[in-house]
């Protein structure tokens, strides 16, 4: 594995190679890596805050030496959905499912996916082979709890044996909770949601198998077992999270990604961006407390670790350099299918390691938008695409977080351009990563802050509400952050430029 690691780092290659490895789940024991002391002292000069857990040199803190813990994390767990990469392989479906011996499937999609050419390829490959199929085509784009219920009664009204979830991650995660609902036919809706807005119950049994195919490139869920949806009585997204949800297969085929409108391709990679920017930044997989008492109680968002550094690293630099590129220029193939890549790799990344703030934040803001409706989103209703609201607060996080890991965040800013030759003080990291984004931001031309989706500083109360409860991504930050920390990063992304 070691040399795998170090070979990864510097290959774009590598990353198509480790998909194979990551095909297969884990089973070796993990690595325990302890902390090491929090007072210790760093190559980049000053302490770490005493509000974090990694020490300045966490770029290398897989190599500390354990210390004898009960209460703290000691191990991670790395497993990803099959993944099959390829212009054209989603043709292959068809065949997929004769091999799966399918005796019903259910195709989910959306009503503007289900125009699209890439519907016609599965229902071609689909009749070709004589699999038996229903199509579900009224997914919503940025889910809800009952755009969720709809599509859990269409599954256990046909029963299918088999999913196929073809779309954004909007579709994707609506499948995952149709598939999880059929095989918990009497649950309530909120028993497997994330406490405490749900229940947070353990998922034990095995859903039926789910193909997903990406239309996007940016939530990576076809790798992931995470399903976010907007919550109505509260207005926030939230979200179940279980490896049990985790697709099959997922088949990432670059064609499907080239009818992407920009602004859709903007917010999709965005995403991806801040998948890779705050999973290389969480809380450390061995300072998270505290340790399960049983192995499935593991969570799926566990915190950073030598194995989603570099992942999550390789998205971030793929996205820095192809998705101006995809976006701006549809005929660039080569960005096309380097923006696919980046987002499963991304997704393989933030799918052990899971998110933090901006993602935390992103759900309030999307769950209490007024009236933004976001350009060329061809939908009936408001809409804060969910890599817009992410991205808007990128600046602000990561100019608060900096202190937590400076030598990560000087990594990330070196990525996107920045000489970092001379800027080695700490309390520099933060300002400078955010510096970086926020020029990213504005090349790309997504909303100067909250106040461009409407917000003013008298939400900053009803935001913070919102946030304080997504603690299955929250407590992954790297600072400890409680409502006047909020408070000060929603102001602060009020304007970004």
Same mark, same amino acid.
């Given at each position: 594995?070691?040399?795998?690691?170090?070979?990864?780092?510097?290959?774009?290659?590598?990353?198509?190679?480790?998909?194979?490895?990551?095909?297969?789940?884990?089973?070796?024991?993990?690595?325990?890596?302890?902390?090491?002391?929090?007072?210790?002292?760093?190559?980049?000069?000053?302490?770490?805050?005493?509000?974090?857990?990694?020490?300045?040199?966490?770029?290398?803190?897989?190599?500390?030496?354990?210390?004898?813990?009960?209460?703290?994390?000691?191990?991670?767990?790395?497993?990803?959905?099959?993944?099959?990469?390829?212009?054209?392989?989603?043709?292959?479906?068809?065949?997929?499912?004769?091999?799966?011996?399918?005796?019903?499937?259910?195709?989910?999609?959306?009503?503007?996916?289900?125009?699209?050419?890439?519907?016609?390829?599965?229902?071609?490959?689909?009749?070709?082979?004589?699999?038996?199929?229903?199509?579900?085509?009224?997914?919503?784009?940025?889910?809800?709890?009952?755009?969720?219920?709809?599509?859990?009664?269409?599954?256990?009204?046909?029963?299918?044996?088999?999913?196929?979830?073809?779309?954004?991650?909007?579709?994707?995660?609506?499948?995952?909770?149709?598939?999880?609902?059929?095989?918990?036919?009497?649950?309530?809706?909120?028993?497997?949601?994330?406490?405490?807005?749900?229940?947070?119950?353990?998922?034990?049994? *095995?859903?039926?198998? /789910?193909? &997903?195919?990406?239309?996007?490139? $940016?939530? @990576? #869920?076809?790798?992931?077992?995470?399903?976010?949806?907007?919550?109505?009585?509260?207005?926030?997204?939230?979200?179940?999270?279980?490896?049990?949800?985790?697709?099959?297969?997922?088949?990432?085929?670059?064609?499907?990604?080239?009818?992407?409108?920009?602004?859709?391709?903007?917010?999709?990679?965005?995403?991806?961006?801040?998948?890779?920017?705050?999973?290389?930044?969480?809380?450390?997989?061995?300072?998270?407390?505290?340790?399960?008492?049983?192995?499935?109680?593991?969570?799926?968002?566990?915190?950073?670790?030598?194995?989603?550094?570099?992942?999550?690293?390789?998205?971030?630099?793929?996205?820095?350099?192809?998705?101006?590129?995809?976006?701006?220029?549809?005929?660039?193939?080569?960005?096309? *299918?380097?923006?696919? /890549?980046? &987002?499963?790799?991304?997704?393989? $990344?933030? @799918? #052990?390691?899971?998110?933090?703030?901006?993602?935390?934040?992103?759900?309030?803001?999307?769950?209490?938008?007024?009236?933004?409706?976001?350009?060329?989103?061809?939908?009936?209703?408001?809409?804060?695409?969910?890599?817009?609201?992410?991205?808007?607060?990128?600046?602000?996080?990561?100019?608060?977080?900096?202190?937590?890991?400076?030598?990560?965040?000087?990594?990330?800013?070196?990525?996107?351009?920045?000489?970092?030759?001379?800027?080695?003080?700490?309390?520099?990291?933060?300002?400078?990563?955010?510096?970086?984004?926020?020029?990213?931001?504005?090349?790309?031309?997504?909303?100067?802050?909250?106040?461009?989706?409407?917000?003013?500083?008298?939400?900053?109360?009803?935001?913070?509400?919102?946030?304080?409860?997504?603690?299955?991504?929250?407590?992954?930050?790297?600072?400890?952050? @409680?409502?006047?920390?909020?408070?000060?990063?929603?102001?602060?992304?009020?304007?970004?430029?």
């Amino acid at each position: 594995m070691s040399a795998a690691v170090r070979v990864a780092q510097n290959s774009k290659a590598s990353i198509k190679s480790l998909i194979s490895l990551m095909n297969r789940s884990c089973t070796c024991p993990a690595h325990s890596h302890a902390r090491a002391l929090q007072n210790q002292q760093s190559t980049t000069g000053g302490n770490c805050s005493k509000h974090h857990h990694h020490t300045q040199e966490c770029g290398h803190h897989h190599d500390q030496q354990p210390i004898d813990d009960k209460n703290h994390e000691y191990a991670f767990e790395m497993a990803s959905s099959t993944m099959r990469f390829g212009e054209g392989v989603t043709r292959e479906v068809g065949q997929d499912l004769v091999n799966m011996n399918a005796q019903k499937v259910l195709v989910m999609t959306d009503p503007n996916i289900a125009k699209l050419p890439v519907m016609k390829t599965v229902i071609g490959s689909l009749q070709a082979n004589r699999v038996n199929y229903v199509v579900y085509d009224k997914t919503r784009v940025e889910p809800s709890d009952q755009s969720f219920q709809d599509a859990i009664d269409f599954a256990k009204l046909h029963k299918p044996d088999v999913f196929v979830a073809v779309g954004g991650g909007s579709v994707m995660d609506t499948c995952k909770a149709a598939n999880l609902y059929l095989h918990y036919p009497e649950a309530d809706l909120l028993e497997f949601v994330n406490a405490p807005i749900g229940k947070g119950s353990v998922i034990h049994k *095995t859903l039926s198998p /789910l193909i &997903a195919i990406p239309t996007t490139a $940016g939530t @990576g #869920s076809e790798t992931t077992g995470t399903a976010i949806f907007d919550y109505k009585p509260l207005n926030v997204k939230t979200g179940i999270a279980s490896r049990k949800l985790r697709p099959t297969l997922g088949i990432v085929d670059p064609l499907n990604t080239l009818t992407m409108p920009k602004q859709v391709k903007i917010a999709s990679g965005l995403d991806v961006l801040c998948h890779a920017l705050e999973s290389y930044t969480a809380l450390p997989y061995n300072e998270r407390s505290p340790r399960p008492s049983n192995p499935a109680e593991r969570p799926a968002y566990q915190g950073s670790n030598p194995i989603s550094d570099i992942w999550s690293l390789e998205a971030l630099r793929l996205t820095v350099k192809y998705l101006g590129r995809s976006a701006n220029d549809p005929t660039d193939k080569e960005a096309n *299918t380097e923006m696919c /890549l980046a &987002a499963s790799a991304a997704g393989t $990344g933030f @799918g #052990s390691a899971g998110v933090h703030l901006c993602h935390g934040m992103s759900y309030p803001i999307s769950g209490l938008n007024k009236n933004y409706k976001h350009p060329e989103y061809n939908v009936d209703h408001k809409i804060v695409p969910h890599g817009i609201s992410v991205a808007v607060t990128a600046p602000a996080v990561f100019r608060y977080t900096g202190e937590a890991c400076p030598d990560r965040h000087f990594k990330a800013a070196e990525i996107f351009g920045a000489d970092i030759s001379k800027v080695r003080k700490a309390e520099s990291a933060g300002p400078l990563l955010a510096d970086q984004l926020t020029k990213y931001l504005s090349d790309l031309g997504v909303p100067n802050g909250l106040e461009a989706l409407g917000y003013t500083k008298t939400d900053i109360p009803a935001l913070v509400k919102g946030t304080l409860p997504q603690h299955r991504v929250t407590k992954l930050a790297p600072l400890s952050t @409680g409502a006047e920390a909020l408070e000060r990063i929603f102001e602060d992304a009020m304007k970004n430029y």
